[in-house]
């Protein structure tokens, strides 16, 4: 059944760190029960994240998009696999490599992670994971 975890490729799926590892929604629900889809919605912020060939940090999604209409299908899920992977801004985790991926902030204006930590202190975990991604 097409849209269903039966269907999906497990390894395909956007999955967010919690309690030291990345989780799927599937885990979370195991994991707790009904309160899963709340926790599953607070820890958005903490989405992985992996390395694309121009050096730009992609969720599972915006990575099938970049790689999809050149690789395929099941081409996207190697290059998934394969990518440097796993990242969430609120660690303080390294994600340079050359590449300073910005958001657009509410004054309409493009910033990187370390200018919204530096403006929006404590909220700046949630207000990049609402800011809209540059692609």
């Not at 629900?29 to 009904?34: A, F, I, N, P, V």
């Not at 940090?57 to 290059?79: A, L, P, S």
């Not at 394969?82 to 590449?99: L, P, R, T, V, W």
């Amino acid at each position: 059944m097409s849209g269903s975890w039966m269907f999906c490729d497990w390894i395909a799926v956007e999955r967010h760190w919690d309690g030291g590892r990345m989780k799927d929604a599937k885990e979370f629900q195991k994991e707790h029960g009904s309160r899963g889809r709340e926790r599953w919605t607070r820890t958005k912020h903490a989405i992985e994240r992996r390395t694309a060939q121009n050096g730009g940090k992609y969720t599972v999604y915006e990575f099938r998009d970049y790689y999809v209409d050149g690789e395929g299908e099941n081409g996207w899920v190697q290059k998934w696999t394969a990518a440097e992977g796993s990242s969430y801004y609120d660690q303080g985790a390294s994600y340079n490599s050359g590449y300073s991926e910005k958001r657009q902030a509410n004054d309409g204006y493009w910033y990187t992670w370390e200018q919204f930590k530096s403006w929006y202190g404590s909220q700046a975990s949630l207000k990049w994971a609402e800011a809209k991604r540059e692609l």
